[in-house]
């Protein structure tokens, strides 16, 4: 959150999401009222993931749950059953990955093999197709993840999703994919638009156009330099559920760009303080 917080610069944007958008948006009203109401974190230590903690705490506390305890692990770990053995015996209703990679590949999988679903729910930030396919359904399932972008989520999606897969030998694009795709080609229409490539033009012209492709249907950049788009909740599916490649994910709540990013009210960017 500080890119856009309180280290934003004029010329400095933020597309896919941040640590706010990935983690408050998993602690809904709905889980709430269903008692999973207690939180176990396992964070990567490092800026990432001390800055995500820090945002999914305060999500938890602003929705009435608790957050029971929380260790940390170096980046690129192997083993990760101490952690998972405290998570289990926290007793929290939910446990929150907060990585990313091959870290949430491993812990994922060792989750699993320790049979903490469906004692415990397992949550998860910013999780791409690549990763739910390294260990596939049978591993993945039951998961609810923070989804900054779905394929599948309508006409215009579903071709540039045929039409990336057709040039990369059938493979599915991942949400830093599609991104790269959007905010090149935002930035590209842009100077046509203004009729000009100097910086402070096109980022005005930038912040003018609404943000309307692949990526996002309803996206718009903002005076903090973060691209306000909607997030999404998904569920992995079981593998009796999914249809075939790709069809991996179930929306349960898709979240505004509004309530899924902090508000300018709430940012540090210096830029917007009056």
Same mark, same amino acid.
């Given at each position: ?31 709430? #009222? ?9 964070? +990567? ?70 049979? @903490? ?9 910013? @999780?791409?197709?690549?990763? =739910? ?11 609810? +993840? ?18 990336? #897969? ?84 179930? +929306? =349960? ?13 709430? #940012?540090?960017?210096?830029? +917007?303080?009056?």
């Amino acid at each position: 959150t500080d890119i856009t917080g309180k280290q934003c610069t004029p010329h400095s944007l933020m597309w896919l999401y941040n640590a706010r958008a990935t983690t408050a948006n998993l602690v809904t009203p709905e889980n709430i #009222s269903k008692g999973i109401d207690s939180f176990f974190i396992i964070s +990567v230590d490092y800026a990432f993931g001390t800055n995500a903690s820090k945002a999914f705490r305060a999500a938890v506390a602003a929705r009435g749950g608790k957050v029971v305890g929380e260790v940390s692990h170096p980046l690129n770990s192997t083993d990760f059953s101490s952690y998972l053995l405290q998570a289990q015996a926290s007793g929290a209703k939910a446990v929150v990955f907060i990585n990313s990679g091959a870290d949430l590949v491993q812990l994922a999988k060792q989750a699993r093999e320790f049979g @903490m679903m469906p004692k415990q729910q397992i949550f998860s930030i910013g @999780m791409t197709i690549s990763e =739910i396919e390294a260990n596939g359904l049978a591993i993945m399932q039951g998961m609810q +993840v923070v989804s900054f972008y779905e394929w599948n989520l309508n006409e215009r999606s579903r071709a540039w999703a045929r039409a990336f #897969s057709a040039r990369h030998n059938g493979k599915l694009p991942s949400g830093p994919q599609v991104a790269t795709y959007s905010f090149v080609r935002h930035y590209l229409r842009a100077i046509e638009a203004a009729g000009t490539d100097d910086a402070d033009v096109v980022l005005a012209k930038m912040r003018e156009m609404p943000v309307n492709d692949a990526f996002t249907p309803s996206g718009r950049l903002r005076e903090d330099g973060q691209m306000i788009h909607e997030m999404y909740l998904v569920q992995i599916k079981s593998p009796a559920e999914s249809t075939g490649k790709g069809d991996y994910t179930r +929306v =349960i709540q898709t979240v505004p760009g509004e309530m899924a990013f902090q508000t300018l009210a709430e #940012s540090e960017c210096p830029l +917007v303080k009056k």
